[in-house]
């Protein structure tokens, strides 16, 4: 007799019957068991029956330690799906606050005080957690409505690769508002700051008698027409403007114009402003009889009149939905002029002003690891002449996003600050706990080499094809310096996700304008940097 405790072998010839037994039924072979069994002799009966008794109690206890195992591992299973599904439920019905999200926090005077509810809101529905402060752990992004480089400089020049701020250093270049004024800058009436600049005010007005002029202070608050006899020129932190006084008026009132700009990079520049919408504010009340005293009639204040109380405005805004840009658009089309010439100049406005700021936000950028932790969203605040003539007045660091004195400008807000986080990349596509790239594959499926690719023909030719040294090479793939393949993959990224946002600064070209060569006037980066939006132009219409 030969017994195999693994294989179950009763005898030689079992064995063979079992091979030759696979084709039968399970009827037929318990039948020729139990004849087999009958047939052992009795001296090894007993043997027999011991060995199946020591078979049959070793199996069973494996076979109830597999089922208790497996019932235990069907119900963590079940245990991590309810937890799931309780989670889920709880984030939605607000009960429970979201686990393994991104995270950001805030800075500022009173940042609870309900100025950036929209922002909070807007965030948190990208994913975001509110964090009451830095310490608490690593963060994602920081809003700030005050500048923060100074007071916590040192914890800002510690900043890692994906953290973000939604300022950039030495922004006070362009948001001061002495210092905007008095630049000369084309579009910019001109200004004087004071005492600095007193003899170059009066010479001014000698050259132009009737000109009238406003004295204002860097937050631009009490403003108000004077005589310039009557203006104290040795008053200092203050600056003197020439007024607009032939201003574009609207069922008789006043107006400004708030354009959002939203600056991606330094150094190459990139800048955005947010196409979706214009801020029209109208002053109280109408501008003629003219009282320079009474300046709810030429300067547009906090309680400023809303587009939905203008007549002229208000069946395009209230009843057909349009926007306020477009209304005033529609407007502008019914009194037979062309509003294109209000939106090209305001454009050429902004890219002037950053061009003109841009090295002196650089030398500022240098002091930190990282340009790409910063971008800047602002407005600019215009108005246009009776000639459609447009002068900038000011940029706003941290422009009003609160829609508590106006609620229906809360879906303005929202929409701005939705597509400016998400042109930046704050609001990703993809769902992760962090801002940080997970991984290069994670990138490139993004990203790739074929969206880099531009000029084809010049970088196939024997120039390019055995050099770097000619500038025409620099933009092919083998010339590619690290530093410049991370900010073409950043522009690739913004384009993608641009939404309502429309960049202004490289300017968006025809296809016959992207054919001509790029102006010397710009840095070297920014010169490189243009002419890869001009080949993404001429090898796709949509970057156009």
Known sequence: MSVGI???????????????????????????????????????????????????????????????????????????????????????????????????????????????????????????????????????????????????????????????????????????????????????????????????????????????????????????????????????????????????????????????????????????????????????????????????????????????????????YNKLGFGMRESLNAHLRKQGKDPSIIWSQIEDSIRTVLLAKETLIADVLKRYKYKRNFFEMMRFDFVVDEDLKIYLLEANMSPNLSSAHFPPNRLLYQQLLYNVLSLVGVGERIQKNSLEMRSKEEETMIVSDKHLATYPEKCESQLCRSSCVSPECQLCKPCLSIE?????????????HKGDCKRVFPPVETKEEAAKPVSEKYSPENQLHYMWFKGKCILDSTWC
Not at 148 to 156: C, I, N, Q, T, Y
Not at 484 to 496: D, Q, S, V, W
């Open 484 to 496: 410049t393949r991370r900010y073409l993959m950043e522009a690739f990224k913004e384009h993608l």
């Open 6 to 316: 693994g294989y179950f072998n009763l005898s030689p010839k079992k064995m063979r019957d079992k091979d030759d037994d696979k084709t039968q039924s399970g009827e037929e072979n318990c039948e020729e068991d139990k004849m087999e069994l009958d047939e052992v002799k009795p001296e090894n009966k007993l043997e027999l029956i011991l060995l199946i008794e020591q078979l049959f109690t070793t199996y069973w206890g494996l076979s109830i330690l597999f089922v208790g195992v497996s019932m235990f591992t069907i119900f963590l299973i079940a245990a991590d799906e309810c937890r799931q599904c309780f989670n889920r439920t709880a984030n939605v019905d607000g009960n429970a606050p979201p686990t393994n999200t991104k995270t950001f926090w805030t800075y500022g005077k009173n940042s609870q005080g309900g100025h950036l509810k929209e922002v909070y809101t807007v965030l948190e529905r990208m994913g975001y957690t509110l964090m009451e402060s830095s310490n608490e752990g690593d963060w994602d992004l920081l809003w700030a409505h005050d500048y923060p480089f100074r007071v916590l400089r040192s914890e800002l020049r510690q900043l890692k690769p994906h953290q973000k701020i939604n300022h950039l250093p030495g922004c006070g270049y362009i948001t001061n508002k002495v210092d905007l004024a008095t630049s000369g800058l084309d579009y910019i009436p001109p200004a004087f700051k004071l005492p600095e600049h007193k003899e170059k005010l009066l010479e001014y007005s000698r050259a132009h008698p009737n000109r009238t002029f406003v004295q204002k202070n860097n937050d631009h608050r009490n403003i108000k027409i004077e005589k310039l006899s009557n203006i104290d020129l040795e008053k200092s932190g203050t600056f003197v403007q020439e007024f607009v006084d032939k201003p574009l008026l609207v069922n008789g009132h006043k107006f400004d114009i708030g354009i959002y700009t939203i600056v991606t990079s330094i150094d190459p520049l990139r800048v955005y402003i947010y196409n979706g919408e214009a801020l029209l504010r109208f002053c109280p009340t109408k501008y003629y009889p003219f009282d320079p005293t009474n300046l709810d009639k030429y300067v547009v204040g906090d309680d400023y009149l809303p587009i939905w109380k203008v007549p002229a405005l208000d069946y395009y």
